[in-house]
């Protein structure tokens, strides 16, 4: 066994040598390391190289090992290790360097762990003449695997991005307000198309610089993995995403949606679904998850108040309970239709994506609508009570929505201008919301 490399040894061996950076190089070497923010030019993006004095120990791997844990010299860099992480045994033979680390290496995943690999195997194969690297952590597992296998042939591929293009994409994050999904266009150079999902999800955690938008996601959330099958992708989340989840139910779709419209903007991708820490989560505090996802355009901002759109509350029927949950959505400018009569539009026109739907039937059309003295009535043609058994839904969604008008307190549904025969007259009667329809 090779000795422990330890961090005091490390800042031994690392002090005479910081003197020789602003003199010329009499032994240099390369290391590789992670840089602070992606540069999104040159021959490295992720990741770059510093050039070390490696004078006496150039043949030495313990010291050269002790060396590149020592961190990098100049700004701009920083370790791809965690702090913790230190290489507990190494051996060369056929050309193949294993380098076993303690178990802290496995804090790292996805995009992160990729990076280290990377790294390593761009300093330690060339400096070695070593063909292929091997990495294990010790008593635990690396991405799931026992062991990270690396070749040549894979460096040009995951870490070396002079012949990658870069790429826009849309990622989503939320207004200041937590109210609607934001698009915001990011411009990434993939390490693969493999890893370009976890590339875009691990950007999600932090809201980018210099604007007002927040992060969807619960504080402490970790992307631990992502895996694609037949147009569907799995997210499994660290713990966080459920322990910490939000108490709105709006920021709680927001969190999910979030995923599912960065994702589905990829070619591959149709569908989502969510595990966390490797199990299939089928309730997300109240909202029930029963499908995978697909993309919901319905809540992305922001409401482009100089184009006349005004911003706007559906209540929708979610799951088989159907209880109502809040949507934002962006009235368009209509010359001088009333609020009443742009929000009943959108509700007869609502796709009913991810089980959150109005329940009005299809073909329903609205006759009129009208307001005074705080009473909204609304008349729609005889398709609106053609499915009976979820009338009183509908008329809910129908009520529960509008009342978040100002100056609608209360609402009156007919059909072609009176009650219909047959049905309950107190469900069309002066109706005003109840606590009991929410979820």
Request: hydrophobic share 40%; with cysteine; proline share 5%.
């Amino acid at each position: 066994m090779k000795r422990l490399i330890s961090l005091l040894l490390c800042f031994a061996l690392l002090l005479p040598l910081l003197g020789c950076q602003q003199e010329e190089l009499l032994s240099p070497g390369t290391f590789y390391y992670r840089r602070t923010e992606t540069a999104y030019s040159g021959t490295d993006g992720v990741i770059a190289p510093e050039l070390r004095e490696l004078h006496g120990i150039q043949t030495d791997l313990d010291s050269l090992l002790m060396l590149y844990c020592s961190g990098p010299a100049a700004e701009g860099l920083s370790s791809p290790l965690p702090p913790e992480a230190e290489v507990l045994d190494w051996q060369l033979e056929e050309q193949t360097l294993h380098l076993h680390f303690t178990g802290a290496l496995a804090q790292l995943s996805g995009v992160d762990l990729t990076v280290a690999a990377g790294c390593l195997a761009r300093t330690f194969l060339p400096l070695t003449g070593a063909k292929t690297l091997i990495l294990t952590a010790d008593n635990t597992l690396l991405n799931g695997e026992t062991a990270l296998r690396l070749s040549e042939s894979d460096l040009s591929l995951r870490d070396s991005t002079s012949d990658r293009l870069l790429r826009e994409f849309t990622v989503y994050y939320t207004s200041s307000d937590n109210r609607y999904l934001i698009g915001h266009q990011v411009s990434v150079q993939p390490i693969s198309e493999e890893e370009l999902p976890m590339q875009l999800l691990e950007l999600l955690l932090t809201p980018p610089e210099g604007t007002d938008l927040r992060s969807a996601l619960p504080a402490g959330t970790r992307i631990l993995s992502v895996r694609i099958a037949n147009g569907l992708c799995t997210v499994d989340l660290s713990r966080e995403f459920e322990t910490k989840r939000f108490n709105n139910i709006g920021r709680r779709c927001m969190s999910l949606l979030s995923i599912v419209n960065t994702l589905t903007g990829l070619e591959d991708i149709e569908r989502v679904e969510f595990t966390v820490e490797g199990g299939l989560l089928i309730r997300y505090g109240s909202l029930s998850i029963t499908e995978p996802l697909t993309r919901d355009e319905r809540c992305i901002g922001p409401v482009r108040t100089g184009l006349g759109e005004q911003d706007a509350t559906a209540f929708l029927c979610h799951g088989s309970e159907k209880l109502l949950v809040p949507i934002p959505i962006r009235l368009p400018q209509d010359g001088a239709v009333t609020a009443e009569e742009l929000l009943l539009r959108a509700l007869l026109s609502d796709p009913g994506t991810n089980g959150i739907r109005s329940l009005i039937p299809a073909e329903t059309a609205l006759n009129f609508v009208t307001t005074s003295g705080g009473i909204c009535h609304a008349d729609f043609t005889a398709e609106f009570v053609s499915n009976p058994d979820d009338l009183a839904y509908a008329i809910r969604v129908v009520t529960a929505s509008l009342c978040t008008l100002d100056g609608v307190e209360q609402v009156k549904i007919t059909v072609d201008g009176t009650i219909p025969d047959g049905f309950d007259a107190e469900m069309f009667g002066t109706l005003s919301p109840d606590s009991d329809w929410y979820l």
